[in-house]
């Protein structure tokens, strides 16, 4: 069974432009979350989608920040416009409702100059 | 307001020793402790997860000890090998692993041969 996946793995973009990135989350898994790790800090909590519903989204920075999950599937996460702040390590994770284990993705490294 | 402190940042071991990495909470709401281990490249992986309604538990080499009066957990990998050098990070949730984790900074555990 294929793990969270996510895409791309690594960008790199200039201060002002929009970078999207995206979560395939594992089959059936109805929980999607985003978790954020700058350099040298703890990975934070941005968002929960249940399904393409929004649970919690009292981690996302402001409103350059948006989240997608359109038909419950996979997920987006659009940045515009990128500012310098935002570089760092965004990860995916997914799980089952009920009881169920975070599975992370590998992530995606965004570095904005 | 960091919501968990690990410690120590980084931390060498021998081959066949002890690594001890500690947390501590604030929040007394938390309950569940996961701890995940992510090698390079790699997303998190859960490790081992505890709930405060026991004080230890035990997965093969790895042992999280709880003290909820303390609000401390600790992870100990017994007989630790160099296969077992990563990043570890510890965690807390509310309402069980199915909402957001608050992580720790993260410790870089290297075992020597």
């Known amino acids: 069974e294929a793990g969270v996946t996510q895409f791309p793995s690594h960008s790199v973009i200039e201060k002002g432009q929009t970078v999207t990135l995206r979560c395939d989350p594992i089959?059936?898994?109805?929980?999607l979350y985003w978790y954020r790790r700058v350099m040298g800090k703890e990975i934070k909590f941005l968002l929960h989608?249940?399904?393409?519903?929004?649970?919690?989204e009292s981690g996302m920075p402001n409103n350059r920040f948006l989240a997608e999950r359109t038909g419950g599937t996979y997920s987006t996460l659009k940045v515009q416009p990128a500012e310098l702040e935002d570089s760092g390590v965004y990860f995916c994770?997914?799980?089952?409702?009920?009881?169920?284990?975070?599975?992370f993705g590998p992530g995606t490294r965004l570095t904005v100059l | 307001q960091q919501q968990v402190k690990q410690s120590p940042q980084s931390l060498i071991v021998q081959k066949g020793g002890i690594s001890i990495i500690n947390c501590a909470y604030e929040?007394?709401?938390?309950?569940?402790f996961p701890w995940y281990q992510q090698f390079p490249g790699k997303g998190p992986a859960l490790l081992i997860a505890?709930?405060?309604?026991?004080s230890e538990k035990k997965e093969g080499r790895f042992t999280i000890s709880f003290n909820k009066s303390a609000k401390q957990f600790s992870l100990h990998i017994m007989d630790s090998q160099p296969g077992d050098s990563a990043t570890y990070f510890c965690?807390?949730?509310?309402?069980?692993?199915?909402?957001?984790?608050?992580f720790g900074k993260g410790t870089l555990l290297t075992v020597n041969p």
């Open positions: 505890i709930r405060p309604d026991v």
């Open positions: 929040n007394t709401a938390f309950d569940y």
């Open positions: 965690a807390a949730g509310r309402g069980g692993s199915n909402y957001k984790l608050t």
């Open positions: 994770a997914s799980s089952q409702l009920g009881d169920g284990e975070q599975f």
């Open positions: 989608f249940v399904k393409e519903s929004k649970q919690d």
């Open positions: 089959s059936g898994h109805d929980n």
